[in-house]
């Protein structure tokens, strides 16, 4: 299994450009959020709902994306908890909105995914994606762990 750094290595290398980098730090979590809306949208057994209002297929999903980065690194699997709580209690308060939530969500989800690809065209690169799908989920990763970098936080 590659290590943490390895996949942080690796997608770095395509999002050196400062205008790469500043529509990523936009866009990911944009992207991240708008998935997490669309998919919080789907409905779910009563079962689930009876239980908690927050146990639906979204956060079935962080839960599984949460194992896979804790795998890589703990710390970064926190921190990753923790956006993931603020993006739910931001979700919770639009799906009260007077528009549907996964309308909202997917034009978000369209907007970020251009944006993506504008600033790959101004790198020159294609999405690390294309390479590895995994790197779908090394995105976010790969924000927080700069983030921690400049915090001076070890992961």
Request: charged share 10%.
């Amino acid at each position: 299994m590659r290590s943490v750094a390895d996949w942080l290595g690796e997608y770095g290398e395509s999002h050196a450009d400062p205008t790469n980098k500043l529509l990523h730090w936009i866009c990911v979590p944009s992207i991240v959020f708008a998935l997490m809306g669309m998919i919080w949208s789907i409905p779910v057994p009563e079962a689930f709902a009876a239980v908690s209002p927050w146990l639906n297929w979204a956060t079935l999903l962080a839960v599984l994306a949460l194992v896979y980065y804790a795998s890589l690194s703990i710390r970064l699997a926190v921190g990753i908890a923790i956006v993931f709580a603020a993006m739910f209690a931001l979700i919770v308060a639009l799906a009260g909105l007077p528009w549907p939530l996964w309308a909202s969500s997917l034009t978000l989800f369209v907007i970020a995914w251009i944006g993506q690809f504008v600033g790959h065209s101004v790198e020159g690169t294609r999405p690390s994606f294309f390479k590895d799908l995994q790197f779908l989920l090394i995105g976010p990763l790969w924000l927080l762990a700069a983030l921690y970098r400049r915090l001076g936080i070890s992961y």
